[in-house]
C-alpha cells in the first residue's frame, strides 16, 4: 500500500482519534493501529467504511496529501446555503407562542467576485419565513453571475457580507452589516475530505433582535438543499438542552421519607398532622428538583459528532430542487 494512506490515515486519527474510526468503520482499534504502522494491509471493506463514514474519496486517500494542516483551496466551499437556526427575540428562548415562530431562515453565498482571485467572499441575506427562504435560495441558484447573486441578496432588509476561514478542523464565516452596525460569527466543523461541502450544523454567535439587542449564543444549520422535513425535526437539531437525567438517587430517597411518615410507626409521624407530612415530602421534592435542575443547567454546548452525523443525514437525503 502507498505510504499516502498510512500518512493520511494517522492525519485522521489525529484529527477524530483512533476510537472514534474505529466506531465509524466498525473495525478494531487494533486494526487501524495496525494499519498506520504498515503491519497489515488496510481491506477494501475498511476502505469503502472510511468513505461512507467520513465521506473521503478513496483515490485522494490512497495517493494523495489528502488532509492538509495549511491553506485549503475554498472552491469546494462555494455555492448557496440555506439556514436554519432559532428566533431569538426572546430573551434565553423563552418563547410563548404558537411553535412555528421559534423558527427563523436565510441564505448564504459563498463566491469568488472575480475568476481570477483564490479567495472568496461570502454573503448573506435573513428573511422572515421558510417559504421566503426557498424561493431565495432556488432564485440565487438560478443565477450564474455572481454579480446577480449579490444584487438579489442586498434586496434583503438583513444583509450581511463577509469572509471565509478555514483550518483543518473548523470552517469560520464572518458576516457583518454595516448598514445597521450588525455582525454575525458562524463555526462549524469542517470534514476529513475533498468532496463537495453541502452544509452542516455549527455554532453561531450573534446579536440579538426584540426590545434588546445583545450578545447570543445557538447553533445554526447550513445546508445546499431545502430540508423538507418535519418542523420538530429541525428544532431536535437545533435545541441546546439535549441532556439526560438519573432520578434513581432522588426517587430512593423520597420513597424512604414517605414510608417514615406513613408506613413505618415511629414517634415523628405520630405526632405529624396530615399538613405537616405533605409539607415534608414536598420540601424534599423541591429539594431534588432544583438540585437537579441546576446541576443539568445549561453552561455550555457542543456540536458533537453526533450531532453532525445526524444533519449531514438530514441534508444528503434533501432533494437537489
Known sequence: MASKFQENLKALSKQYTQRHIA??????????????????????QFLIALKDS????????????????????????????????????????????????????????????????????VYGAFVKDRVEA?????????????RQIIDTLSQSKYFYKGS??????????????????????????????????????????????????????????LSKRVLEVPDGELYNCLKLDDYTVNLDDAIVDIISLF???????????????????????????EYHFFDILDANSFRFAKVSNKEDDAVFKLIREASND
Not at 465509524?24 to 487501524?32: E, L, M, N, R, Y
Not at 407530612?277 to 420540601?283: D, E, F, V
Open 164 to 221: 471565509l476561514y478555514c483550518s483543518t478542523h473548523s470552517i469560520a464565516i464572518e458576516l457583518k452589516d454595516k448598514e445597521n452596525g450588525d455582525f454575525t460569527y458562524i463555526l462549524l466543523n469542517n470534514p476529513p475530505t475533498r468532496e463537495e461541502y453541502i452544509g452542516g450544523i455549527g455554532t453561531v454567535n450573534s446579536i440579538s433582535r426584540g426590545r434588546e439587542h445583545n450578545p447570543c449564543v445557538q447553533y445554526i444549520i
Open 23 to 44: 466506531e465509524k468503520t466498525g473495525f478494531s482499534q487494533s486494526s487501524i493501529n495496525n494499519y498506520i504502522s504498515g503491519t497489515s494491509e488496510p481491506s477494501i
Open 54 to 121: 467520513f465521506g473521503i474519496d478513496i483515490d485522494d486517500f490512497l495517493f494523495s496529501d489528502f488532509i492538509k494542516h495549511d491553506s485549503e483551496s475554498f472552491d469546494r466551499f462555494i455555492g448557496n446555503y440555506m439556514v436554519y437556526y432559532y428566533n431569538n427575540t426572546s430573551y434565553k428562548g423563552e418563547v410563548h407562542t404558537n411553535i412555528r415562530s421559534t423558527m427563523k431562515y436565510g441564505v448564504i453565498s459563498i463566491l469568488k467576485e472575480k475568476d481570477f482571485d483564490s479567495s472568496v467572499v
Open 134 to 146: 426557498t424561493k431565495l435560495l432556488k432564485q440565487v441558484n438560478n443565477q450564474h453571475s455572481p
Open 259 to 285: 414510608k417514615r411518615l406513613y408506613v413505618e410507626k415511629n414517634e415523628i409521624s405520630h405526632f405529624l398532622s396530615e399538613s405537616q407530612k405533605i409539607a415534608i415530602i414536598q420540601n424534599k421534592l
